[in-house]
């Protein structure tokens, strides 16, 4: 029981990645609280869901209160929740980019900023941020995507200094996921989706379970001397 009596916040929890971080660390004792704009679409013992906007600041700030006040603590937070909305950059609206710039990005700043200050005042805790091999590698058509997924690299390099002043033990670390069957790749091509595991190494797409395993680690006290890192899990992309 690797998180046996931590509590676990993971946004985006309602399906894919989310879902399978908040099965796996139920299975290894936390309790979880699942955050999405969307009911879940499973049932698991010990995880909890709870209806919140990640790019609404008063909802995130009410929620991790609740969450305080309910459960004693916060241990562990993976921000997961994101959206894509393609289209080449000439081609894409204001709406577009902005409404990915507001999940993304914001929802990430706008959770961290309430449970970072919770973390640190507690002394300890583990951040985990979902970013993805497009923001190492970019790509055609996700302009805005990529600019997010960027973006959560150099906010988890940032957080890791922030978060270990006075002497807290907040480590804030970052997954970069390859291409791993979702919901979020069900608008691209089977043609595409072929090509992207001839680009790995292993041959093949993620499954949701190996992104889950490595959130594990992080979020557990096995990685207590790991913080400011980007853990790619994409199978040996080769971009
Ligand atoms: N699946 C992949 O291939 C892949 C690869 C790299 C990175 N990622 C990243 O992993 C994370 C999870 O993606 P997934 O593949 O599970 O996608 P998904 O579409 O299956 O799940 C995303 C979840 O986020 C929730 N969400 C979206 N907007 C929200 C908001 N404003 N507030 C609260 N919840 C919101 C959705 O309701 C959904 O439950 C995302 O950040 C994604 O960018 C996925």
Known sequence: MRLKNKVALITGGARGLGQAMAELFSDEGAKVIALDREALTYQKENVLFMECDVTHAPSCQDVVEKIVKEFGSIDVLVNNAGITRDALTHKMTDEAWQSVIDVNLTGVFNLTRYVGEWMMEQGKGSIINISSVVGTYGNIGQINYAATKGGVVSMTK????????????????????????????????????DRFAKMTMLGRLGEPKEIAYAALFLASDEASYVTGQVLGVDGGMRL
């Open 158 to 193: 940032t957080w890791a200094k922030e978060y270990a002043r006075k002497g807290a033990a907040v480590r804030v670390n970052a997954i970069a996921p390859g291409y791993t069957m979702t919901d979020i790749l069900k608008t691209v091509p089977q043609e595409l989706l």
